[in-house]
């Protein structure tokens, strides 16, 4: 390893309390002398702490420059020292306190508190991250870069200190400097990237990753101000900026040394070198942020870099400003800045939509250039881009990351010099998709003139793409069967209502000719020669011709007349100008990747035969299933102890937090009457904090007597909140119906929570929070039904919450119609902590009820195979909705919660077509069987001690299958290609 001149002294702020000898003072009030940092007093003064700081120039004579790998050595020496005790912890949280202080020197108030012990925290963490971090460019393996617009990673202390196996230290420590843990970790605002089950599995994968020491990196946006802050009002949902970075993130550290140039708008010229330029436009500059990812109990930390975006200070136009045109001086820094916002900005306006597309290629490029980079570093002087692939997997998570293909050929070809073929090669075998949706609105479109403005030198390698496509498709399924060559076509392009080339016109227009005419001659099929965009330089080779197309179900390339064979209008080739020119970027993900993924069995199966089928069809060894899964650590080891503790009892290890499938050995205690008495009262502890944070976010007081039935995800009209507040409705209403005496016999006292945001301009999903808050605000203050029903709509719920939520759940609905979710990740969550769900045939409730036994899921509902049928028969009229359905409709309309008009909401349930209209969810069609389950819940929890309190167990044991360390073993197998490397 080349020698590498270093700093001659080196200290990090651990360091101080590592060196044996060192004195440590804390001055207390008054001058009284030094005290120990014992007891109960919490009134520190600025205390002076003396320690030794190796001076090498003075102390030892330089001969030879320190190399790279003594100088690591050497760090990772000093800092393997360190004690672990709760005095040291101490101290190293007081020194952090004063020398390294977000607070007036003082009080170690909560805040200042919390801050002290992250960045102490971090110390630890810092010193296995730089030893991962060198390690893996000195040995150089192939590392997996998981890209996404979202991570969910919510609080980082206890998850921190968990894996690092110093909770207890942590909690002593504190103690003697007279706060508790618990009280410290809640003054940490979660951390705002992210908003539903996309954000949160990226955050699980990644926790996976460094547990199990496989080597890769994640790679997001450092949204300033989050999605938006949930408030809910009389109005129902309201939303205010995300503010978790007003006072500064512990977590995080900016790297000034990593930045890269982005550019927008521009336009392309050729070089006198042969080569495509992208000059001109708008130039901004990305800036890493790193955040550690620490694996549980093992050195591996792994890093999850953030980009923010900015310009420099040059572009603030000083003469403007003093010209009193403030808005114009700042205008560079505002375009830059304001891409890292806000996660998914509103896109009903053109300009919403530019942001959103700014903040998607800023991800793919900044991410790109900085893979390439560390490729390059780790080559040394002997890069070989042929082995890029073999040292690189890029998975994009969903299809917010597509441009990333488009990128990675950009640079491939307009700066590194390879040829198209080369760079193809290359971006297929390195890229990987993972679809989360079958969602039409999910599967992402986007105007190609807007695309063509912003990124004019991607839409010409897109272009070129889906030529080779075009290509492609005739060459696979020949032209014998022109219709259903003509179906192939309409599904696979990537660009949507775009004129097709020449040559296919020119195909189709003679075939339609023979089939009018209805001639008797053969049309003999000659080599079909695309015509290409100039994408790269004629001199490297770059434009490769397109292969010969020949009619491969016939025999001497020759086509059959047929009447039948092709339509007689052929008005789909040109595009309409009533319609937009679109980039299908779902397409782009599956032409331009080696694997695609489903997250759940079901919904890889729906996306071969339904949303990829042709694509499936010419490809089929690139689909592959991945069940998405949770990690253990987070959601059941940290956020529910209690449990964790009588796992491990009646297990006999903790290995089941690495090692999941130790859970099934549950099923052997699952009748002992010991062990359910002490899961009950795990339970009702788990409840009773629940009580606390319903009192404190919303006023309203629960009975942890009471079943607690939780529904939390984001509120979407397909995930069926409605439903949920519709039966609750007509429970509610049966219950007025009926003496006290009748309602206590008839019912079990509920709970009923929800939480979840509503995306800001998505209106019915709002209407739908509004609802349920309307019917809580009527429920909880009526006195005939007292403890009996209780509703409740939790705000702004976040990781946190869900972290207190879902260990005191019984019942959890997971109730999406059939075939529309695509795997789900709090179902697990409930599973692995005890809860029992009810649910559909929906995403990977199909493989949880397959584990936890059909007797401990609560099954209704129609099936996916069903759906398209009877979304048919609601259109021909002949669907009749359930008396008790519409009854329900009736006494919403009543206005028997409030003045709030509902009828929008009411009628997106009938009629029998219409956009907005006929049930397009089935909540009607599911309603009754709904009801019919929801009876079954109330019969089996009349048995808690017993039937119930089983079911729960069963449940747990049930879950192994679903720890993302599974999930991560898999693409690493399937798709990535990369091993585990522990270090040393």
């Not at 980082?156 to 618990?182: P, R």
């Not at 500059?285 to 980009?307: C, E, M």
């Not at 004129?499 to 296919?504: A, E, I, N, T, Y």
């Not at 000719?513 to 001659?521: D, H, N």
């Amino acid at each position: 390893m080349a020698s590498t001149a270093l700093p001659p002294a080196l200290a990090t702020r651990s360091i101080p309390f590592s060196f044996p000898g060192h004195r440590r003072l804390i001055y207390s009030p008054a001058g009284f002398g030094p005290k120990s940092i014992g007891g109960s007093n919490r009134f520190f003064h600025p205390f002076r702490l003396h320690y030794r700081l190796l001076r090498v120039a003075s102390e030892r004579q330089i001969k030879d420059p320190v190399s790279e790998e003594d100088y690591y050595t050497g760090c990772q020496d000093a800092l393997s020292s360190t004690v672990y005790d709760a005095s040291t912890i101490a101290s190293n949280i007081l020194y952090h306190a004063e020398l390294t202080p977000s607070f007036s020197a003082g009080h170690l108030h909560l805040p200042k508190a919390y801050f002290a012990t992250a960045e102490s925290v971090r110390d630890e963490l810092m010193k296995n991250w730089n030893a991962t971090s060198s390690y893996y460019e000195k040995i150089n393996m192939k590392q997996a870069y998981y890209l996404s617009m979202e991570f969910l990673q919510g609080r980082a202390l206890l998850n921190a200190i968990g894996n690092l196996d110093l909770t207890g230290q942590y909690a002593e420590a504190l103690k003697k400097l007279g706060h508790k843990l618990e009280n410290l970790a809640g003054q940490e605002p979660d951390a705002a990237l992210g908003n539903g089950g996309l954000g949160r599995l990226a955050s699980c994968f990644l926790d996976s990753l460094a547990t199990l020491n496989y080597p890769a990196w994640g790679y997001g946006l450092r949204y300033k101000y989050g999605l938006f802050q949930q408030t809910i009002t009389k109005d129902g949902q309201e939303e205010v900026a995300e503010s978790w970075l007003e006072l500064g993130n512990p977590w995080e550290v900016v790297r000034h040394d990593v930045s890269y140039p982005v550019r927008f708008y521009g336009k392309v010229v050729l070089g006198s070198d042969g080569r495509k330029h992208w000059i001109g436009g708008e130039n901004i500059k990305a800036i890493a942020y790193d955040v550690p990812i620490p694996g549980f109990k093992t050195k591996t930390t792994l890093n999850l870099r953030l980009w923010s975006t900015k310009v420099p200070a040059k572009d603030f136009d000083l003469e403007a400003f003093n010209a009193g045109k403030h808005n114009q001086a700042n205008e560079a820094h505002a375009n830059a800045e304001k891409i890292c916002y806000v996660l998914y900005p509103g896109d009903e306006s053109a300009e919403g939509k530019i942001l959103r597309l700014k903040q998607q290629y800023t991800l793919c490029s900044a991410s790109l250039q900085d893979i390439i980079a560390s490729f390059e570093r780790r080559s040394g002087n002997s890069v070989n881009w042929k082995e890029f692939p073999s040292k690189i997997a890029v998975q994009m998570n969903d299809t917010h990351p597509t441009l990333c293909i488009p990128e990675l050929m950009r640079i491939l070809i307009d700066l590194k010099g390879l040829s198209w073929k080369e760079a193809w090669s290359i971006t297929q075998s390195t890229v990987a998709y993972t679809n989360h949706t079958v969602l039409p609105e999910a599967l992402e479109k986007w105007n190609l003139e807007l695309l063509q403005k912003l990124l004019p030198r991607h839409v010409e390698i897109i272009e070129e793409i889906d030529h080779e496509l075009i290509n492609n498709i005739i060459s696979e399924f020949g032209i014998q069967d022109l219709s259903m060559l003509e179906q192939k076509l309409k599904d696979m392009r990537i660009l949507d209502n775009v004129d097709f080339p020449d040559s296919v016109v020119e195909l189709f227009n003679k075939a339609k000719t023979i089939s009018e005419g209805k001639s008797e001659k053969k049309l003999l099929v000659k080599s079909l020669e695309l015509t290409t965009t100039d994408v790269a330089s004629e001199n490297s080779g770059t434009m490769d011709e397109a292969e010969e197309v020949s009619d491969v179900a016939k025999p001497e390339g020759q086509l059959e007349e047929d009447e039948d064979s092709t339509s007689a209008d052929l008005s789909w080739l040109k595009s309409s100008p009533k319609l937009q020119k679109v980039v299908r970027m779902a397409n782009l993900c599956v032409v331009g990747g080696h694997a695609v993924n489903g997250v759940a069995e079901i919904h890889s199966e729906i996306v071969k035969k339904d949303v990829f089928n042709s694509f499936y069809r010419l490809w089929p060894e690139k689909f592959q299933n991945k069940t998405n899964g949770v990690t253990p650590r987070r959601w059941i080891r940290f956020c529910n102890p209690e449990l964790s503790k009588i796992i491990t009892k009646w297990i006999g290890t903790e290995d089941w937090v690495v090692k999941t499938e130790h859970l099934e050995e549950l099923k052997k205690h699952a009748d002992n009457e010991d062990l359910h008495m002490e899961w009950r009262a795990a339970k009702t502890s788990n409840k009773m904090k629940v009580v606390s944070l319903v009192r404190e976010k919303t006023g309203y007081i629960i009975s942890p007597d009471a079943m607690f039935d939780i529904q939390v995800k984001r509120i979407h009209e397909y995930k069926r909140q409605l439903l949920n507040i519709l039966g609750i409705i007509y429970r509610y209403k049966k219950m007025k119906e009926m003496s006290a005496q009748e309602r206590i016999s008839s019912f079990i006292p509920r709970v009923c929570i929800f939480g979840g945001k509503a995306f800001a301009t998505y209106v019915q999903a709002k209407r739908i929070v509004k609802l349920i808050t309307d019917v809580g605000a009527t429920i909880n203050h009526d006195p005939d039904i007292g403890d009996l029903l209780k509703v409740v709509f939790v705000p702004d719920y976040n990781v946190s919450i869900a972290e207190i939520l879902i260990p005191a759940s019984e019942l959890s609905q997971h109730i999406s119609t059939a075939g529309m979710e695509a795997s789900g990740t709090s179902n697990m969550k409930f599973a692995m902590n005890g809860c029992i769900l009810i649910g559909t045939l929906d995403g990977a409730n199909v493989e949880i009820r397959q584990e936890v036994g059909d007797e401990n899921f609560f099954l209704f509902g129609a099936q996916a195979h069903e759906i398209a049928d009877l979304r048919k028969e609601r259109a021909e009229g002949k669907f009749v909705p359930d008396p008790r359905f519409e009854e329900v409709k009736k006494y919403v309309r009543s206005g028997a919660f409030g003045p709030y008009n509902y009828e929008e909401l009411m009628r997106s349930l009938e009629g029998n077509e219409g956009y907005g209209r006929a049930d397009y969810f089935l909540v009607g069609k599911d309603f009754p069987d709904y009801l019919k389950c929801q009876d079954k819940v109330d019969e089996a929890y009349r048995d808690p001690k017993q039937r119930w309190t089983k079911m729960s167990i069963l449940n747990t044991a049930g879950s192994h299958k679903f720890s993302s360390d599974r999930t991560i073993h898999e693409y690493a197998r399937d798709i990535w290609s990369i091993q585990p490397v522990p270090l040393p």
